[in-house]
């Protein structure tokens, strides 16, 4: 028979790709730890890792068992905690996706001090632009910008936020500010892969959906605002995104008002689910600190 310690060896081992590692986590000896897993293996009669000196990987019966067991033992600790008899300290991996604006400009500054309150938790961050689905990709939670498309997430607003054109000075002062959609679109544009395509709002309040001339295409937001800075084009980005340079006179907005659906505003996503439920809502809890501060608010 095996033991909730064992699952929780085996869950240590997995999410940190290690016997040695995995030990080190729960506070035993690596041979205890290869010992605790032979045994979970034994009981099971099933081969949950492959694994030699230097890696380990799940077996496809052994991804099922991860899963579920790490579900389970979420709620145990969960259940602990509840009661009373629990540690407030969080350990374990927490996955989180985000733009790089945001990892970069905001929760990065944060982290120090959180780390410090709970040391034992590893952080595997996702800074990616692109819409990253968070049950298929094995991710805890998302910060995420913009409307809130998939009714199924439990979604907590952070902040509100708004998309506007911008440029630097020198490059306005090279090419002209635009005064009109078609003097936009004679000129040269940063972008992300998706943005060539844009919603505007015309002289008579319609909406007239363009394609921007972009010269540029950059993999990520930091990348946008760089190139943009530099006097590369026009760009597309959310205003908290560049408060500092907005501040700085690094860049100005270009054509207020005339983006079809300006409003992005900052969500705190977890799935349904909600397999690490107790780490998200703390690490949550300092994401809207964060933002909170930022904003000024109560």
Same mark, same amino acid.
């Given at each position: 028979?095996?033991?909730?310690?064992?699952?929780?060896?085996?869950?240590?081992?997995?999410?940190t790709?290690?016997?040695?590692?995995?030990?080190?986590?729960?506070?035993?000896?690596?041979?205890?730890?290869?010992?605790?897993?032979?045994?979970?293996e034994?009981?099971?009669?099933?081969?949950?890792?492959?694994?030699?000196?230097?890696?380990v990987?799940l077996?496809?019966?052994?991804?099922?068992?991860?899963?579920?067991?790490?579900?389970?033992?979420?709620?145990?600790?969960?259940?602990?905690?509840?009661?009373?008899?629990?540690?407030?300290?969080?350990?374990?991996?927490?996955?989180?996706t985000?733009?790089?604006?945001?990892?970069s400009?905001?929760?990065?500054?944060?982290?120090?001090?959180?780390?410090?309150?709970?040391?034992?938790?590893?952080?595997?961050?996702?800074?990616v632009?692109?819409?990253?689905?968070?049950?298929?990709?094995?991710?805890?939670?998302?910060?995420r *910008?913009?409307?809130? $498309?998939? #009714?199924a997430?439990?979604a !907590?607003?952070?902040? %509100?936020?708004h /998309?506007?054109?911008?440029?630097?000075?020198?490059?306005?002062?090279?090419?002209?500010?635009?005064?009109?959609?078609?003097?936009?679109?004679?000129?040269?544009?940063?972008?992300?892969?998706?943005?060539?395509?844009?919603?505007?709002?015309?002289?008579?309040?319609?909406?007239?959906?363009?394609t921007?001339?972009?010269?540029?295409?950059?993999?990520?937001?930091?990348?946008?605002?760089?190139?943009?800075?530099?006097?590369?084009?026009?760009?597309?980005?959310?205003r908290?995104?560049?408060k500092?340079?907005?501040d700085?006179?690094?860049?100005?907005?270009?054509?207020?008002?005339k983006l079809?659906?300006?409003?992005?505003?900052?969500?705190?996503v *977890?799935?349904?689910? $909600?397999? #690490?439920?107790?780490?998200? !809502?703390?690490?949550g %809890?300092?994401? /809207?600190?964060?933002?909170?501060?930022?904003d000024g608010?109560?």
């Open positions: 028979m095996y033991s909730v310690d064992d699952l929780r060896t085996f869950i240590a081992i997995v999410e790709q290690g016997v040695t590692s995995g030990a080190r986590r729960v506070g035993i000896s690596p041979a205890t730890a290869s010992h605790r897993l032979g045994k979970l034994a009981a099971l009669k099933l081969t949950l890792l492959h694994r030699n000196s230097r890696t990987r077996t496809d019966a052994g991804q099922i068992f991860f899963e579920r067991t790490q579900a389970i033992i979420t709620d145990l600790e969960q259940a602990e905690r509840d009661a009373g008899g629990g540690t407030s300290e969080l350990t374990g991996h927490l996955r989180v985000m733009s790089p604006w945001i990892l400009r905001f929760l990065l500054p944060a982290l120090r001090g959180f780390q410090r309150e709970h040391p034992q938790l590893v952080f595997d961050f996702l800074a632009d692109r819409f990253v689905p968070l049950t298929a990709e094995g991710q805890d939670c998302a910060i *910008v913009g409307q809130m $498309a998939d #009714s997430m439990v !907590r607003k952070l902040c %509100d936020n /998309r506007i054109i911008c440029a630097s000075p020198d490059f306005l002062a090279h090419h002209g500010a635009p005064e009109t959609i078609s003097d936009l679109l004679d000129l040269p544009w940063v972008c992300l892969p998706w943005q060539r395509r844009l919603a505007l709002r015309d002289a008579k309040g319609r909406k007239r959906d363009v921007v001339g972009s010269r540029v295409l950059v993999s990520n937001s930091d990348m946008l605002t760089d190139g943009s800075v530099q006097g590369l084009g026009l760009a597309v980005k959310s908290l995104a560049i500092a340079e907005l700085a006179g690094q860049l100005v907005e270009v054509f207020p008002g079809w659906e300006p409003d992005a505003p900052i969500w705190f *977890v799935p349904p689910e $909600a397999r #690490s439920g107790h780490k998200a !809502r703390v690490f %809890d300092m994401v /809207r600190k964060v933002f909170r501060d930022m608010g109560d």
